[in-house]
């Protein structure tokens, strides 16, 4: 037991997570990283991989552990790549089935709080050798999404044993309840993502080389299929065959590249759907471009909405997530479904309508004031040290 009269030892925090490619997740962690008081609180991040454009990008005060090399620390020899990526392999599988030597090998400490920063990071921190932590697990999917129904009854099994689940959005949980009504749910929150405002105006300021083909569409985010950029290029050919002269760029990297490729090869749309790959500063481009497009199948709570939002983007958006609650429809954008003919059917009237563009642009002027970056970080430390207490 702590003395009172003492100063109190600054509380232990662990995050887990599997790599820092450029995404949401990720962003989110830094987040919380940059804006948790350093004299409050001890933090340390054990990632699985050193790997990603963000994986450097941690505050001074926060310690960086990893169980293996990225692959940006890999041979450029194609045989010496393969025997690391097996060794890689080997070891990953031995602190899996292991997780105690995580403890005596990597971490050599004790922690107040383990955060699960995915649902991907939820066994490992259910798993730690450390049995006296509280585990925080954070939630980011719509667990009806056809595509996650193979790990959902993983995720259902893990739910029941955090001591704290955070959504990041109010639909996230509320999907949850109503698919999975009967479930043993752990005390829970909603906290929105942050919006590091004066960040992302500082950075759209970089130069970049003017677009091409304008006006200019640009969508930042992973090359995943949910992400609907293949609907989104459709859209696109089909607008430029009815002579609608516009480009769409986008920023990001991922599994579908591949797939995009041969489909930007197969409709000869290669020099006006331009795969830009990942940026570390996405902003100048959002900043630069005409429009800010979002075709997803489904998302949590957007950050990339946020960040076109506040960059004063006229959005065409999904009805996904929590979009509806960020973007008024007709108003600070234009709210669509899933569906190619709509994403055409939106982008069309963005080129024609100059008259709702400009309304548009009007009415996010002012829209920063939407964003209380420190409501949420109070929130984030009030369920930590609530869960420190019952320790």
């Known amino acids: ?6 100063v109190s030892p600054k509380i232990k925090i662990l995050f887990r997570h599997r790599s820092m490619e450029m995404g949401g997740v990720e962003k989110v962690m830094l987040s919380i990283l940059n804006n948790l008081d350093p004299e409050k609180f001890e933090m340390t991040v054990l990632l699985n991989l050193n790997q990603g454009e963000l994986r450097n990008e941690f505050p001074p005060h926060v310690k960086k552990v ?4 990225g692959k940006e620390d890999l041979s450029s020899n194609t045989f010496l790549q393969k025997v690391q990526l097996l060794q890689r392999k080997f070891k990953l599988r031995k602190f899996r089935k292991n997780p105690e030597k995580i403890h005596h090998e990597i971490l050599k400490d004790q922690y107040d709080i383990e955060i699960a920063m995915t649902y991907n990071d939820f066994e490992s921190v259910l798993q730690s050798s ?37 959504y990041c959005s109010e639909k996230i949980m509320q999907i949850m309840h109503r698919t999975y009504p009967n ?9 929105i993502n942050a919006v590091p405002v004066d960040e992302i105006r500082k950075k759209s ?32 050919h089909k607008l430029l065959k009815e002579g609608f002269g516009h480009s769409v760029v986008i920023i990001g990297d991922g599994e579908e590249l591949q797939n995009l490729l041969a489909q930007q ?15 570390m500063n996405p902003y100048p481009y959002i900043k630069n471009a005409d429009f800010f497009i979002l075709p997803s199948e489904s998302e949590a709570w957007p950050l990339v909405i946020s960040e076109a939002l506040i960059l004063q983007k006229p959005i065409i958006a999904t009805r996904v997530g929590d979009v509806e609650l960020m973007i008024e429809d007709g108003k600070t954008g234009h709210l669509i479904r899933y569906e190619t003919s709509e994403i055409y059917e939106a982008m069309k009237k963005f080129l024609n309508d100059e008259t709702f563009v400009q309304n548009l642009k009007h009415n996010l002027i002012n829209i920063e004031e939407q964003f209380d970056n420190r409501k949420i970080f109070n929130k984030v430390e009030e369920i930590i040290l609530n869960l420190v207490k019952t320790k």
């Open 66 to 69: 990893f169980l293996a090399k």
């Open 265 to 279: 090869k197969k409709l000869g749309v290669e020099e006006t759907f331009i795969l830009a790959g990942n940026k």
């Open 1 to 6: 037991m702590r003395n009172k009269n003492s």
């Open 183 to 191: 479930l043993q749910y752990p005390p829970e929150s909603v906290i």
């Open 130 to 166: 450390n049995k006296n932590s509280k585990k925080i697990g954070w939630f980011h999917s719509e667990i009806d999404l056809p595509k996650l129904q193979p790990l959902v009854p993983k995720i259902l099994r893990h739910f029941p044993q955090f001591d704290h689940m955070v």
């Open 205 to 236: 300021e970089e130069k970049i080389p003017d677009f091409k083909n304008r006006p200019v569409f640009v969508s930042v985010g992973r090359l995943h299929t949910r992400k609907g950029y293949h609907k989104l290029m459709d859209a696109h």
